[in-house]
């Protein structure tokens, strides 16, 4: 179990939370990512499962009743102070003004301190298992933190790409990352043509790219449509091997999880 101790709102889009009591967290460095665990409306009681394991917690999660069972998503930990138990977990704020939040970023707008939440570590989804020259990282704002921290974690030679699409300019983050290491972001509010989903114009940016010689590892992350379109750009078009691009579609433009 861990509790709000901090609330920010870091920039137009995104609300930054800090959970404490998590003491003798292993830190796993790029994109260590959990599951956060809070309660629905009428729970007075944020019931977790006791399991860890993958297949586990998720069975349990199942087998309690609606009425007791919490809502759950992933998130990646965008900043860890293991030394005082306390990360940092940024919630994108999609649907603010039309209705169409969904409850973790509702979560986090009503979040005040002492607000209680579970927490399940997940371990790392970047684990490249080829060689490869440059790598190169994709996805919109609910990809950042985990593209931050895996341009933090990358050897200071390491070069590549990485195109970082938010829905405006004053959502961009300092990021750490060695100095090969070409980031451009792409605003949708400066779009001359707005464009129909999330990722849409990270997945141009990505066509239009001239790209680097040599073997790639490509990471490409966010909304649905945008990491299944750059998959099949880069091993199509680009004639990359399968192998060398890892994906991970985070949520899908219009349709918020059940769970």
């Not at 940024?90 to 409850?103: N, R």
């Not at 195109?163 to 983050?173: S, Y």
């Not at 066509?207 to 966010?222: F, K, M, N, S």
């Not at 691009?245 to 769970?259: C, I, L, P, T």
């Amino acid at each position: 179990m861990t509790n709000v101790v901090r609330k920010e709102r870091i920039s137009p889009s995104i609300v930054r939370l800090t959970l404490a009591g998590l003491e003798g967290l292993e830190v796993r460095g790029a994109d260590h990512w959990c599951r956060l665990f809070f309660a629905r409306d009428g729970q007075d009681v944020l019931e977790l499962p006791t399991s860890t394991t993958e297949i586990g917690w998720y069975l349990q999660y199942l087998a309690t009743p609606k009425t007791r069972r919490p809502w759950v998503r992933a998130y990646t930990v965008r900043n860890a102070r293991p030394d005082v138990g306390e990360v940092d977990i940024d919630f994108v704020i999609h649907g603010e003004h039309d209705g169409s939040i969904g409850p973790a970023a509702r979560f986090a707008l009503d979040a005040r301190v002492g607000d209680r939440a579970g927490f399940l570590d997940q371990g790392l989804a970047f684990t490249p298992d080829h060689p490869h020259d440059w790598t190169l990282l994709v996805g919109e704002e609910t990809a950042l933190p985990a593209i931050a921290g895996i341009c933090r974690a990358l050897p200071r030679d390491a070069r590549g790409v990485s195109i970082i699409e938010v829905p405006t300019a004053g959502d961009r983050q300092e990021l750490s990352a060695p100095t090969g290491m070409d980031i451009t972001w792409v605003h949708r509010d400066e779009s001359p043509q707005a464009p129909d989903r999330p990722g849409e114009l990270a997945l141009h940016a990505l066509r239009a790219a001239t790209l680097p010689e040599g073997a790639v590892h490509a990471h490409v992350i966010g909304e649905s449509a945008l990491v299944t379109g750059a998959r099949r750009h880069l091993v199509q078009e680009r004639e990359v091997p399968k192998r060398n691009v890892d994906f991970v579609g985070y949520w899908r433009y219009g349709r918020s999880a059940a769970n």
